[in-house]
């Protein structure tokens, strides 16, 4: 039962262009939505959060849009750097399930000179 | 200064043996994590442990038993080990509410 899905496995996008992935949900409780990023041999790294009384939160060249409505999310990344490419997960957790995160099964950005 | 580190990194053993990962993090969390990442790339929360008290413990196997000394360690132990073991298993550590921070993970191989 995968409530959290990514899909598109992968993208490719030219440096300096928009990336923008998206991340659908169906589980209406959630209420925390993260996106992490992950190199291979490496464990995920957090990237940006937004909680489900916001709409967008931009962390410098990271915004995450949260349609609530929709049950969608997306990451935009611009302008995008080859050092962008990597697997990106998003998850979602319910704040009292013990905050175990509900992941996607990723999206792997292709940047290219 | 590794935040959360977890050994070994990789693990070949055979089918039926017992072994154990260990996990520690030094970012003063409350809560940590095991999670098992399959060969379809999935990352699936198998437990999760507050202040050393379980919290949450997925349909895993009771072949897999966490252990938590204390709140700064939270090791996997898995007896009688099975193909169907192999995966990439992940600890990781978070605050009351905020994101995870992840170790590098241990790659299992049962042969």
């Known amino acids: 039962d995968q409530q959290v899905k990514q899909n598109s496995p992968s993208l490719s996008v030219q440096e300096g262009r928009i990336s923008i992935l998206n991340c659908d949900y169906t589980?209406?409780?959630?209420?925390?939505f993260l996106w992490y990023k992950k190199y291979p041999a490496e464990g995920p790294t957090f990237l940006i959060s937004?909680?489900?009384?916001?709409d967008k939160n931009e962390d410098g060249r990271f915004t995450v849009f949260l349609n609530k409505s929709a049950k969608h999310l997306s990451l935009h990344i611009v302008p995008s750097q080859p050092g962008d490419s990597a697997v990106y997960f998003c998850?979602?957790?319910?704040?009292?399930?013990?905050?175990?995160?509900?992941f996607g099964k990723g999206t792997s950005l292709l940047v290219t000179p | 200064d590794t935040a959360v580190s977890q050994t070994p990194k990789y693990l070949v053993t055979q089918m039926g043996n017992d072994k154990s990962i260990k996990c520690e993090q030094n970012?003063?969390?409350?809560?940590m994590y095991w999670y098992k990442q399959d060969s379809k790339k999935f990352l699936k929360i198998m437990f999760s442990?507050?202040?050393?008290?379980?919290?949450i413990n997925e349909t895993v196997p009771n072949r897999f038993s966490p252990k938590s000394p204390d709140k700064a360690h939270l090791n996997l132990h898995i007896n009688s080990l099975e193909l169907g073991d192999s995966a990439v298993y992940f600890c990781?550590?978070?605050?009351?509410?905020?994101?995870?921070?992840f170790g590098s993970g241990t790659r299992l191989t049962v042969v």
């Open positions: 990781a550590s978070s605050p009351r509410y905020g994101g995870y921070t």
């Open positions: 589980n209406s409780m959630f209420d925390y």
């Open positions: 937004i909680s489900s009384i916001k």
């Open positions: 998850a979602a957790s319910v704040k009292d399930s013990g905050y175990a995160l509900n």
């Open positions: 970012l003063g969390h409350d809560t």
């Open positions: 442990y507050n202040n050393k008290e379980l919290i």
